[in-house]
């Protein structure tokens, strides 16, 4: 700042001033400088920032649902006071909140809520662009199953199947698709369970498949598009796992592929020059990749795409690799736009975990770099669930890594096919924290430099982010054509 703007801020703030230099007590005291709110199905945070410390008490009231939140050593202010504002309708925790000052220097937030939550308070301190926060986390009292949401999804899609079975895009290599005969007259309790007797079977037939592969394009029994059941008739998608015997003989195995947009919510990820911010345009990437994922199949095994965040909401590292693994994904692809310390960076990349030594000293430091996100997004350290997560994760396996080697080289070479530059010609490696699902092949795939202006252009454009969700998809493609998936009994 110049010495004038200097001055000019020294004179605004003059009356403050003055009182801390005065009275040396208010200087213990902090003032919000902004509030933020995150709704999402997971949880919904508030985040109150300051510019020192806050101490806080909280009070869950029963009925109706009600949080009661002390903040001490602060007044009521302008900034405080737009919490009130920010909270959404279609929040799914908070109806509403009241703000006052309860007594002095205590500030009382009453959340009234649409059910009841299990909170998490607690205190950030400064990091990256932020002050102290205040970290108010409104999870439900029954934690979210991923792999429910993800099953009522899924079947809350089936009945636009019928219509919505599209060709896969047509660049993409088809992959041959086994004649898995549609159950006829099913009566479908259990579509999912259907599925993957489906699936179990298909798998069983690997070398005609293979061979069918092999000749180019195998019609699938009479042009039928995916082979899954038509179940729209089924009433309650309440998905209840252990079903165990209800579909004695036909199963089907849905290849699942976890997308991992990077970043979301408190942690916006690298912000380019003309604002672009890391976190909004891996997501579009993401929805892009799915809906391929979604229209295409592996050897007759419809494939599903699970996000990891399908919303502008942080996701703790551990808890994207626990959400893939609790849904069985076959796949783990982490999508990325960093910024590097200069802007003449570019080009894209695709990593995966090492166990050792990074590949190169750009490989170290952007997973470094990653590796922060749980301390810009804001992670409780103190939660028990968060310790376990992080032990899970150091458990990694070197035949978990030459998979991942082979899908990110699968992914290397489409995206070399687009005409996009490459970082690096060949998939590098270093710890990425998000990669560690010790089972399941992982990249994190750096889809540009959104540090480079040029770049950063592109990756706004729809055609690039077309272009690059087709690549990725042909990359998924290709992985499975030479590494078929695994029959497997899914543990619901
Ligand atoms: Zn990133």
Redesign the pocket.
Known sequence: MSPEGLKRRALLQGGSLALLLGIHEIARGASIVAVRVWPAEDYTRVTIESDGRLNSQQLVVGNPPRLAVDIEGIDLNPALRELVGKIKPDDPYINGLRVGQFAPSVVRIVFDLKQAVAPQVFSLAPVAAYRDRLVLDLYPQKPIDPLESFISERMREVPNKAQAAAPAPRNAPQMAEAPAAPKAGAEATDPLGDLMAQAARATQQPSSTASAAAAGRAPAGGGLPLQVPPVASAPTPSPSPARGGATPNQTDRIIIVALDP??GGEDP??IGSNGTR?KDIVLQIAHRLRERINASSVNGNPMRAFLTRDADFFVPLGTRVQKARRVQADLFVSI???AFTTPDARGASVFALSQGAASSSAARWLANK?NQADKVGGVNVGNHEVQVQRALLDMSTTAQINDSLRLGGAMLGEIRGIGARLHKGQVEQAGFAVLKAPDIPSVLVETAFISNPEEEAKLRSVAYQEDLADALMRGIQRYFAQNPPLARSRQL
């Open positions: 990077g970043h990820g690298a890391e990325h736009a960093d990653e």
